[in-house]
């Protein structure tokens, strides 16, 4: 748009310049000077400013062309430097964390070390809030070690170390969309995707660390950007052949009681209706969940994005707060033992 402007300018110049060079010529012409003939000055006169004016507006082009690249190479760099810082950022960021992550490993590593040496129940690592208490404080994923003491096997895990004090095993987590939660039995059991991003850590892993009087926090986001929370004093699931049933208990919050609709039920998958209802809740929520006919709650559903948030009973909806067609932006579950004290 500029550049189009300066050339106008710069046919106006001519323009202008070709009159006044007229103007002269006639003007020449009215007041004739007697040494030389009329016609040939003023016809040479104008010959010469005309081959002027050509010149003159040539070069403005030239010089309007030439500012337009130079212009253009302007920006192009400042686009690479910019480019170039945001890399530089974001591998400082990746290596930041590759080093808290590493620094947790050996953290971890020596921790399992001391450990193999004195096996007791409290020494154990069995979750996020046995970490805390060892003074790791710092929310990320650890891998809690093989214990053989408490029967359970090697885990990475993602610890919130700060909500309301810390210490909580992160079970569950919608954030990013790209995990579908439509699985089977199995995948539900041993539990599926990754621990930064959207997970179910699996209901084998719920049971086992809900055998300790255990206490469920649910953290949900709108897409307005709001959060609420819906905690359960105490929480557990049953083992496989209970069908994980799910049992809660003394709510407290700011989201509402949708999970209660769901109490003394069993969990149900594509491939497993064990719901209270003639439907087959699984398929019709699309996902895996303690389903009774069906729901008041769907936290496993599918994940929509803003704009499809409004419009489908399957998404991931939680009736209590925003009703059961609008699909929330984040959701996260985790468990911490009753009475833990940071
Ligand atoms: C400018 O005018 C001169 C004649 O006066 C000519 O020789 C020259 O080539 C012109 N330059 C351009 C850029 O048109
Ligand atoms: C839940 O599953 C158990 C077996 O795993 C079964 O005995 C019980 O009837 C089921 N309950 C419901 C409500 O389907
Ligand atoms: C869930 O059911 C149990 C009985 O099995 C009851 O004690 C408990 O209060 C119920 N939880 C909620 C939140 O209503
Ligand atoms: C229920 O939770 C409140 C605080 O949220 C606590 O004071 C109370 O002891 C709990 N009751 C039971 C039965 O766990
Ligand atoms: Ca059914």
């Given at each position: 748009?500029?550049?189009?402007?300066?050339?106008?300018?710069?046919?106006?110049?001519a323009?202008?310049?070709?009159?006044?060079a007229?103007?002269?010529?006639?003007?020449?012409k009215?007041?004739p000077?007697?040494?030389?003939?009329?016609?040939g000055?003023?016809?040479?006169?104008?010959?010469?400013?005309?081959?002027?004016?050509?010149?003159l507006?040539?070069?403005?082009?030239?010089?309007?062309?030439?500012?337009?690249?130079?212009?253009k190479?302007?920006?192009?760099?400042i686009?690479?430097?910019?480019?170039?810082?945001?890399?530089?950022e974001?591998?400082v960021?990746?290596?930041e964390?590759?080093?808290s992550?590493?620094n947790?490993?050996?953290?971890?590593?020596?921790?399992?070390?001391?450990?193999s040496?004195?096996?007791?129940?409290?020494?154990?690592?069995?979750?996020c809030?046995?970490?805390?208490?060892?003074?790791?404080?710092?929310?990320g994923?650890?891998?809690?070690?093989k214990d053989?003491?408490?029967?359970?096997?090697?885990?990475?895990?993602?610890?919130?170390?700060?909500?309301n004090?810390?210490g909580w095993?992160v079970?569950?987590?919608?954030?990013?969309?790209?995990?579908s939660?439509n699985r089977?039995?199995?995948?539900y059991?041993?539990?599926?995707?990754s621990i930064?991003?959207?997970?179910?850590?699996?209901?084998?892993?719920?049971?086992?660390?809900?055998?300790?009087?255990?206490?469920?926090?649910i953290?949900?986001?709108?897409?307005e950007g709001?959060?609420?929370?819906a905690?359960y004093?105490?929480?557990?699931?049953g083992?496989e052949?209970?069908s994980?049933?799910?049992?809660?208990?003394?709510y407290?919050g700011?989201a509402?009681?949708?999970l209660?609709?769901?109490?003394?039920?069993?969990?149900s998958?594509?491939n497993?209706?064990?719901?209270?209802?003639?439907?087959?809740?699984?398929?019709?929520?699309?996902?895996?969940?303690?389903?009774?006919c069906?729901t008041?709650?769907n936290?496993?559903g599918?994940?929509?994005?803003y704009g499809?948030?409004?419009?489908n009973?399957?998404?991931?909806?939680?009736?209590?707060?925003h009703g059961?067609?609008?699909?929330l932006?984040?959701?996260?579950?985790?468990?911490?033992p009753?009475?833990f004290?940071?």
């Open positions: 748009m500029k550049m189009a402007k300066v050339n106008l300018n710069i046919v106006a110049l323009v202008t310049l070709l009159l006044l007229e103007t002269w010529a006639q003007n020449s009215k007041k000077s007697p040494l030389k003939p009329v016609k000055q003023c016809c040479d006169e104008v010959r010469s400013l005309k081959v002027q004016v050509a010149n507006s040539s070069l403005l082009e030239e010089l309007s062309h030439k500012q337009e690249t130079d212009l190479n302007v920006v192009r760099q686009m690479e430097l910019n480019k170039q810082n945001r890399q530089q974001a591998r960021t990746e290596a964390s590759k080093y992550e590493i947790n490993r050996v953290e971890i590593m020596q921790l399992q070390t001391a450990q040496a004195t096996q007791t129940s409290s020494d154990a690592i069995y979750d809030a046995s970490l805390y208490s060892k003074s790791y404080k710092i929310s994923e650890y891998t809690l070690p053989e003491f408490l029967g359970t096997p090697k885990l990475t895990v993602f610890c919130d170390m700060e909500t004090g810390g095993t079970i569950q987590r919608r954030q990013i969309g790209m995990t939660f089977d039995w199995k995948q059991k041993s539990g599926f995707g930064r991003g959207d997970f179910w850590i699996g209901n084998e892993h719920i049971f086992r660390l809900t055998r300790q009087p255990s206490t469920l926090r953290e949900l986001e709108d897409w709001e959060k609420r929370y905690e004093g105490l929480f557990n699931v083992n052949r209970n994980y049933k799910l049992f809660i208990s003394n407290s700011n509402g009681d949708s209660r609709y769901h109490n003394n039920t069993n969990f998958t594509i497993k209706d064990n719901d209270k209802c003639v439907d087959d809740c699984a398929s019709l929520r699309k996902g895996g969940y303690w389903y009774n069906c008041d709650s936290l496993n599918v994940f929509y994005r499809e948030h409004l419009k009973a399957d998404g991931i909806t939680w009736y209590g707060w059961s067609y609008y699909s932006k984040k959701v996260e579950m985790k468990v911490r009753v009475g004290q940071s």
